[in-house]
C-alpha cells in the first residue's frame, strides 16, 4: 500500500527521531550540563595531588595525566549513566512505549536506533567533557612540573577514558533495557561500575584469582589498552547478557 | 484534508481473523474475526472489559496474539513499510510522556516516518491545541490528550483509524466535533474502528457494528440488521378499559406493562394484532403505536449476561 510513498519508516529517520526524543528530555540537559563540570571537579581535584613537585615524588608525566584523566572519567560516568538510563527508560514513564511502538513496530530496530544515539551522544559527551576536564587540570598539572606528553600519547590516553565511558553508557543502556525503570537501572548500574571492583578485590586472596579483572570497570578499561585479553570477552558478557535478555522481553512481552 | 486521499487508500482493507488472547486461564479475547472496509465506520461496543482495548492492541502488534491475526492490506501491522500511513492508532491517552510538549510528541512520531514538522502543527491547529503546544503534556486536561492523540493517529494521513474510547473526556462540543471528524474522515474514504462502551455515543456516528461480550463477537451487522434482529418492538396503547385489555393481552401471551397514566406497554404482539382484540373486544382504543426500537435496547438485549 505504501510502496510508492515517501512517507515510511526508515533507520535514518528512525535516529533522528531518538535523537529528538532524547533532547526533549529535561533530564537529558542536566546531564549534559553535569558531565562536563563533573568532569573538571573530578579532573582538577586529581591535579590538586600532582600540582606541588616535591609532593608528587617520583610520579611520571604519563601517570600523571593517566590519573587526571581516569579520575575525570571515573565522576564523569555518573552523568552518562544517568544520560544512557533515561534514554530508555523515559519510554515508560506513563506507558509512552505503546505509543512508540504503534508508530515503530519493528522493536530491535527502535532499540537499535535508541542504542546509536546513545553511544554518538555518550561519545561527544564524554570527549568534550574529558577535554575540558583536562584543560581545567592543566595549570595545577604545570604547577606540579608534570611535562607535557607527546601528542600520540595524549591521544591513546584520552581514548581509552572517552571509550571507557561509551561503554558504561552502553551497559546502562542494556540493563535498563532489561530493568525498564530509571531507579533501578542506575541503582544497579552504579554498583557494579563503581563498588563491584572493591567487592572483588576484596575476595581475590580468598580463592587465589585475579577477580577483579571480572569487574565491568576493570575490563572496559583494559579492553582498550590490551584489545585481545581476557577484558574482550568479559565486556562482550557485560554487555551482552543483559542485552540479549531485555531484547527477547521486548519483543515477547506485550507492550 | 478532503480530496488528498489517493485512491490506493480506498483500497485498504483490515482483516481480523480469529483474533484470541488468553491471561493465563483468562481469556480476555476469543475467536474474534470482523473486516474493516474503506470509507466505513465501525463502532466497536461492549461491556468493560468485553476484550475491545485488547483486540485494538493486538491488531497494531502491542499485544502478542495467542492466536489468529491481523492483516492490513494482507500484512501484519509490523510488516508495513510505513506503519503510520496505513493506520493511525488512538489508544491510551495517558501513554504520552508527561514532560515534552504536545508539539515535541508530534513532531517525534512525525520525524520516524519522514513527515513534515509543518504537517505537526496543522494537526494541532485542527485539533483545537494550537495554544497548548508548547505546554507540557503533563498539564494536559484528558481532553486535550485525548485530541493529542487524534492528532497523533491522523499524522501520517492514514488510510485505516483504530480509534480506542477517543470521546473520553471531551465536553459536548467535543464530542459533537469528533463526530463530524470521523464523518468527514470516513467520507475521504478511510476504514474506520471506534469503540465505546456507552451505545449512544456511537449510534449517531457508525455506519456498522461489531459488539463484543466477554472476549467474543456478538454481532457485527449494519445498525438496521442489528435493530431489526435483536430489539423488542413495543406497541404502546392506551385505552378507556386498560384492566380489561390487560387481560385479554395476557390471554394471548403478549407481556403487558402498565405505565403510571394508565397506558399499557404491549409486547409479543403487533399494534395491528392488539387493534383487531381490542375492536373484536369492543374496547375503545385512544392510542396504538408502535415505538420505534432503538439501537440502545438492540445493544442491551445483546449484551445481556455479557458482561464480566
Known amino acids: 500500500m505504501t510502496t510508492d510513498s515517501p512517507v515510511r519508516l526508515t533507520m535514518p529517520r528512525l535516529i533522528a527521531a531518538e535523537w529528538l526524543k532524547l533532547r526533549t528530555l529535561r533530564s537529558f540537559w542536566a546531564c549534559v550540563v553535569a558531565a562536563p563540570v563533573l568532569a573538571a571537579g573530578g579532573a582538577a581535584a586529581s591535579a590538586l595531588s600532582f600540582s606541588d613537585p616535591d609532593l608528587a615524588g617520583d610520579v611520571t608525566a604519563r601517570d600523571a595525566v593517566t590519573e587526571v584523566l581516569a579520575s575525570s572519567s571515573g565522576v564523569l560516568q555518573i552523568a552518562l549513566v544517568v544520560l544512557a538510563v533515561v534514554a530508555l527508560s523515559c519510554e515508560y514513564t506513563g506507558g509512552a512505549i505503546r505509543v512508540t511502538l504503534v508508530g515503530v513496530p519493528r522493536r530491535l530496530s527502535l532499540v537499535a536506533a535508541k542504542a546509536v544515539v546513545v553511544t554518538v551522544v555518550a561519545t561527544l559527551l564524554a570527549g568534550l567533557s574529558i577535554a575540558l576536564g583536562y584543560a581545567a587540570a592543566l595549570p595545577l598539572l604545570h604547577q606540579g612540573d608534570v611535562a607535557p606528553l607527546p601528542y600520540g600519547t595524549m591521544q591513546a590516553l584520552f581514548g581509552v577514558e572517552v571509550g571507557y565511558c561509551v561503554l558504561v553508557a552502553l551497559f546502562a543502556f542494556a540493563v535498563t533495557l532489561t530493568v525498564r525503570n530509571t531507579a533501578a537501572g542506575v541503582g544497579l548500574v552504579l554498583g557494579a561500575v563503581l563498588l563491584l571492583r572493591v567487592v572483588l578485590f576484596m575476595f581475590d586472596p580468598l580463592v587465589r584469582f585475579d577477580l577483579q579483572s571480572l569487574a565491568f570497570s576493570t575490563a572496559a578499561t583494559q579492553v582498550w589498552t590490551d584489545p585481545l585479553s581476557r577484558a574482550l570477552p568479559v565486556v562482550a558478557a557485560w554487555l551482552l547478557i543483559p542485552a540479549v535478555a531485555g531484547a527477547v522481553n521486548l519483543i515477547r512481552r506485550d507492550a | ?308
Open chain 2, 1 to 308: 484534508m478532503a480530496g488528498r486521499r489517493s485512491v490506493r487508500s480506498v483500497l485498504t482493507v483490515i482483516e481480523v481473523h480469529g483474533l484470541t488472547k488468553k491471561y493465563g486461564a483468562v481469556r480476555a479475547v476469543h475467536d474474534v474475526s470482523f473486516r474493516l472496509e474503506a470509507g466505513v465506520i465501525n463502532g466497536f461496543v461492549g461491556p468493560n472489559g468485553a476484550g475491545k482495548s485488547t483486540t485494538i492492541r493486538m491488531m497494531v502488534g502491542l499485544d502478542r496474539p495467542t492466536s489468529g491475526h491481523c492483516l492490513i492490506d494482507g500484512r501484519p501491522y509490523a510488516r508495513l513499510a510505513a506503519p503510520l500511513r496505513a493506520v493511525g492508532a488512538l489508544l491510551d491517552v495517558e501513554a504520552i510522556h508527561p514532560g515534552r510538549s504536545g508539539r515535541d510528541h508530534l513532531r517525534i512520531l512525525a520525524r520516524t516516518h519522514g513527515i513534515g514538522a509543518r504537517r505537526a502543527d496543522e494537526l494541532l491547529e485542527m485539533v483545537g491545541l494550537v495554544g497548548s503546544a508548547s505546554r507540557r503534556v503533563g498539564g494536559y486536561s484528558l481532553g486535550m490528550r485525548q485530541r493529542l492523540g487524534l492528532a497523533a493517529a491522523l499524522l501520517g494521513d492514514p488510510a485505516a483509524l483504530l480509534l480506542d474510547e477517543p470521546a473520553n473526556g471531551l465536553d459536548p462540543d467535543g464530542i459533537i466535533w469528533i463526530r463530524s471528524l470521523l464523518r468527514g474522515l470516513a467520507r475521504e474514504g478511510r476504514a474506520i474502528l471506534v469503540s465505546s462502551h456507552l451505545m449512544g455515543e456511537l449510534a449517531q456516528t457508525v455506519d456498522r457494528l461489531i459488539v463484543l461480550g466477554r472476549g467474543r463477537v456478538l454481532a457485527d451487522a449494519s445498525l438496521a440488521e442489528l435493530v431489526s434482529r435483536n430489539a423488542t418492538r413495543v406497541v404502546h396503547t392506551r385505552t378507556e378499559q386498560p384492566d380489561r385489555l390487560e387481560l385479554l393481552l395476557r390471554e394471548r401471551e403478549a407481556a403487558v406493562a402498565r405505565r403510571p397514566d394508565g397506558s399499557c406497554e404491549v409486547t409479543g404482539m403487533t399494534a395491528d394484532e392488539v387493534a383487531v382484540l381490542a375492536h373484536h373486544a369492543g374496547i375503545l382504543l385512544y392510542e396504538n403505536t408502535t415505538v420505534p426500537a432503538s439501537l440502545e435496547d438492540a445493544y442491551l438485549t445483546l449484551t445481556r449476561g455479557n458482561n464480566r
